[in-house]
Every structure is written in C-alpha cells, then in structure tokens.
C-alpha cells in the first residue's frame, strides 16, 4: 500500500516561497504519476498541478502556472512542489495524491483520478 506524507508547509509573506515535499512509502514512487491539490476553507479541493511517472510531462492550473514548479526524484521516492511569488489566495492545505493511471488532459486535473492521498500540509500566506 503507497502511503503520502507532506511536508514543508507553514506561514509566509506575500512574495515568499514554499517548497513543499511529498515522500511514498510502501511502494516505489516511479509507478506512479503524481498530483497536488489544494483545498482552502469553505471551498473545493481543487487542482494544483500533476506530474507524469517518468516527469516527462507536467501540469498546472492557470492560477499558478509561471510561480509554481512540479518536480519529482524517484530515486529519493519524493515529489516536490516549490511555490514562488505567493499570494494570499494560495493560501490553504496542500495534498499530495498518486495515481498509477497515465496521465491525459483529460484527467490530470480530475480528483477522482488519484487512489492515493497525503493527509495535507498547510500554508498560509500572509498580506
């Protein structure tokens, strides 16, 4: 069973930078494309962005696409999401989530295509 720890998260000020990690256990990491989501109170989990099992392609939604970075080290079975330029609005608790599915632009965004989820990780970004 592949279990999901993140880490890294806490508060920073507008303009700051994040670099949250997501470490697998259980199994190897490499099986597995990987997802961020983000889940801000009151609100939807909503998609972050998601990286394919060999890192060869990478996804973003527009509200963070030219900030954030998706990367992965399988040799270190860790997935990593560095958080540039923050803004109060990302502020939120960030999830880690697999799936061993292929990713497509038709799912990469979709919640019900990760098996996997970590427990969250919070970041606040103050004003």
């Known amino acids: 069973q592949l279990q999901l720890v993140e880490s890294g998260g806490g508060l920073v000020q507008a303009g700051g930078s994040l670099r949250l990690s997501c470490a697998a256990s259980?199994?190897?990491?490499?099986?597995?494309?990987m997802g961020w989501f983000r889940q801000a109170p009151g609100k939807e989990r909503e998609f972050v962005a998601a990286?394919?099992?060999?890192?060869?392609?990478?996804y973003y939604a527009d509200s963070v696409k030219g900030r954030f970075t998706i990367s992965r080290d399988n040799g270190k079975n860790t997935v990593y999401l560095q958080m540039n330029s923050l803004k109060p609005e990302d502020t939120a608790v960030y999830y880690c989530?697999?799936?061993?599915?292929?990713?497509?632009?038709?799912?990469?965004?979709?919640?019900?295509?990760?098996?996997?989820w970590g427990q969250g990780t919070q970041v606040t970004v103050s004003s």
């Open positions: 259980g199994r190897t990491l490499s099986l597995y494309s």
């Open positions: 989530a697999a799936t061993p599915r292929t990713l497509f632009s038709s799912n990469y965004s979709n919640r019900d295509t990760y098996s996997y």
């Open positions: 990286i394919s099992w060999t890192g060869g392609g990478t």
